[in-house]
């Protein structure tokens, strides 16, 4: 074991809660932020090419949710462990289990792009895509499942340099593919005559430059754990470890695809318009909701590095700042988002139909918002202790076990509102039933911290 081992191990066991989240916090935020401001820039960029071109974003998302679902299941399986492993002095665990997620990441993700190339008019069909829609869907969608195993190995090695405690080399790779992506899709679509194809294109060579930047980090040995064919375990129980770690990861990101595919299924009902209005309100939800996750992610390698150390007070007061920073940050800025929903959906689409769904979907996400912090750090609290179950059953419920029914019975009670709401309708839900989960571990944890 290293000296620099040691020292970022004690960082995280030794050092103010407030100011290690707020440190580790910083990287993983600006990482969040970027990735969604290059979301947005596809957004605005596509928008530039109508209301169809809009949906096809929406449509291609589901499959982005599927790649990711893969490349977080095993970059969290993986990473969990290796926090604990760094955290217990093991670093040639932690490296046998890196290597492991990292290969299998690798393949699953070819072999779920190759898949879908092979059938992927079909598949957008099945997506919800519509016959106006399917033209410019097909010419993005190739690029990004051709870069298929790209997206899942990097969102591996990218959870694993933040499971590490290295939040700011993980910064790198998200700042510069997000960077290249903004300048490309204006090149390609517009200087090149590209189109459509010019967007797909430029946010498949972003993630070529990201994967090779992470690659890098590994190679040049400035993380922990090692990458190493011959590392990948031996040890069936091994990969069942990282497979049954990273499950509730799988099941989040899974039934966010299923949900987004049921909800443009759902939006088809109401035209080009309704999935385009969705699409991008979706996204900006996602760019505000970045700033959460980002805490999320920094929360994640204390959690688990103070928890295999036995730190069970940190791991109980880290949840509790966490939360407290998100939901005031929360509060002020959709309340900003609510106040200016037109303006903001307009930016992306100026068809006056799209911009009156997206208004109404809006107001309703930004509620929605407010309500995530509790279940969202709560999944990701669990998960990073190794509490599998419980964190598999709280990552199925907001887009899954709640959503699901709601998004398919609301509009036949309520028309299109019940599109524009039933998201906020799963987030309340999930909350509720989260509250307990939380209240009971963290108990538990002053109970043993007491010991």
Not at 27 to 41: D, E, G, Q, V, W
Not at 183 to 201: E, R, V
């Amino acid at each position: 074991m290293g000296t620099e081992t040691k020292s970022d191990c004690n960082k995280m066991i030794d050092t103010p809660i407030p100011h290690l989240i707020i440190s580790l916090s910083i990287p993983t935020i600006i990482s969040m932020l970027i990735t969604n401001i290059y979301n947005l820039a596809d957004a605005y960029f596509v928008g530039n090419l109508g209301t169809s071109a809009s949906g096809a974003i929406g449509i291609i998302l589901s499959i982005q949710a599927i790649l990711q679902a893969f490349g977080f299941m095993f970059g969290h399986g993986a990473g969990g462990i290796i926090s604990r492993k760094l955290g217990e002095k093991d670093g040639e665990s932690a490296s046998r289990y890196a290597s492991t997620s990292f290969f299998f990441s690798l393949g699953a993700g070819a072999l779920i792009g190759s898949m879908i190339l092979l059938f992927l008019e079909p598949c957008l069909k099945f997506l919800g895509c519509t016959d106006s829609i399917l033209p410019y869907a097909k010419s993005y969608g190739r690029y990004i499942v051709i870069a298929a195993p790209l997206v899942t190995s990097s969102c591996t090695l990218n959870n694993i340099l933040r499971y590490e405690g290295k939040a700011s080399l993980a910064m790198v790779r998200l700042a510069s593919g997000g960077i290249l992506n903004m300048i490309g899709d204006p090149i390609l679509m517009f200087g090149c005559h590209m189109g459509m194809d010019g967007a797909g294109l430029s946010t498949a060579l972003s993630q070529l430059i990201s994967f090779l930047l992470l690659l890098f980090m590994f190679v040049s040995e400035k993380s922990e754990s090692k990458l190493r064919l011959s590392y990948v375990t031996k040890k069936p129980k091994e990969l069942f470890n990282i497979l049954k770690n990273g499950f509730p990861s799988l099941i989040r990101q899974g039934l966010n695809s299923m949900s987004t595919m049921i909800l443009n299924q759902s939006a088809a009902v109401y035209g080009d318009t309704a999935i385009a209005a969705m699409s991008i309100v979706n996204r900006i939800g996602m760019f505000i909701v970045a700033i959460v996750i980002g805490l999320g992610q920094a929360f994640q390698p204390v959690a688990a590095y103070n928890y295999g150390a036995k730190q069970y007070k940190r791991v109980r007061d880290a949840y509790v700042f966490t939360f407290k920073i998100a939901e005031g940050f929360l509060i002020v800025i959709v309340s900003l988002g609510f106040l200016f929903a037109a303006p903001i959906v307009a930016v992306f689409q100026k068809d006056p139909a799209v911009v009156k769904i997206g208004v109404a979907a809006l107001h309703f996400q930004c509620i929605s918002l407010v309500l995530q912090p509790i279940s969202v750090y709560a999944n990701m609290m669990f998960q990073c202790v190794g509490k599998s179950m419980i964190a598999s059953l709280l990552a199925s419920l907001r887009s899954g076990i709640f959503f699901i029914p709601l998004i398919i019975f609301l509009p036949k009670v309520i028309g299109i509102a019940g599109i524009e709401s039933a998201q906020m309708g799963a987030d309340l839900l999930t909350t509720v039933t989260a509250i307990p989960f939380v209240l009971a571990f963290l108990r538990e944890l002053r109970q043993k911290g007491s010991a």
